[in-house]
C-alpha cells in the first residue's frame, strides 16, 4: 500500500512540478505583454496631447505672434477666463514634456531594466487605464522568450523548494512519531 501511494504521490508532484512551471512561464510572460499595451496607450496619449498643441499653435500663428506669447498674453489677460485657459495649456507643455521623456526612456530601455525604468518614469492613470483594458497573451519577441524562460524557472525552482522544504519537514515528523 505504501508503494502505490508514493506511485500517485510522484505521479501528482510530477503534474505539479509541469503546471507550475507552466503557469510561471506563462504569468512572467505578462510582464513584456503589458509593458507593449502601457507603451502603446502612452504613444496614443502623447500624440493626442501633441495634437492638442498644435491648435493652439495655430490660433497662435493665426493671430500673428509666437505660440510663447499665445501663451504668455493667456496667463497674464485681466480675465480669470484666459488665465485659466492659459494655465490649461502650460500644463498640457508640460504634460508633453513627460510624457515625451517617459515614451523615449521606455523605448530606450532594455529588456532587464524596462521595469525599473517603467516604475520610475509611469503615468500611473494611464498605467490603470492599461490594466483595465489588458489583453493577456504569450508575446513571441526575444523578450517575451527571455520573460517565459525565467517565469519556467522561477516556477519550477519555486515548487521545488517548496517540495523539499515540505519533504523535510515530513522526515521530521516521522521520525519523532
Do not use: C
Not at 504613444?43 to 495655430?58: D, F, P, S, V
Not at 508575446?139 to 517575451?144: A, H, L, R, V
Amino acid at each position: 500500500m505504501q508503494k502505490i501511494f508514493e506511485k500517485i504521490s510522484a505521479f501528482f508532484s510530477g503534474i505539479a512540478d509541469r503546471l507550475i512551471s507552466i503557469l510561471g512561464a506563462v504569468g512572467m510572460a505578462q510582464f513584456p505583454q503589458f509593458f507593449s499595451q502601457y507603451l502603446q496607450r502612452l504613444g496614443g496619449h502623447l500624440q493626442e496631447i501633441r495634437r492638442a498643441i498644435n491648435k493652439y499653435e495655430q490660433a497662435a500663428e493665426s493671430l500673428g505672434i509666437s505660440f510663447e506669447d499665445y501663451i504668455r498674453q493667456h496667463l497674464t489677460a485681466e480675465e480669470r477666463v484666459f488665465q485659466t485657459s492659459g494655465e490649461v495649456i502650460a500644463g498640457l507643455l508640460n504634460r508633453l514634456e513627460n510624457i515625451e521623456n517617459s515614451f523615449y526612456q521606455l523605448q530606450q530601455a532594455g529588456p532587464f531594466t524596462r521595469w525599473i525604468i517603467f516604475f520610475q518614469e509611469a503615468d500611473w492613470e494611464i498605467a490603470r487605464q492599461t490594466l483595465t483594458f489588458y489583453t493577456p497573451g504569450i508575446p513571441t519577441s526575444m523578450e517575451g522568450i527571455i520573460y517565459a524562460f525565467t517565469g519556467l524557472l522561477l516556477g519550477w525552482g519555486l515548487f521545488s523548494l517548496f517540495k523539499t522544504a515540505f519533504n523535510t519537514l515530513d522526515n521530521k515528523i516521522r521520525k519523532k512519531g
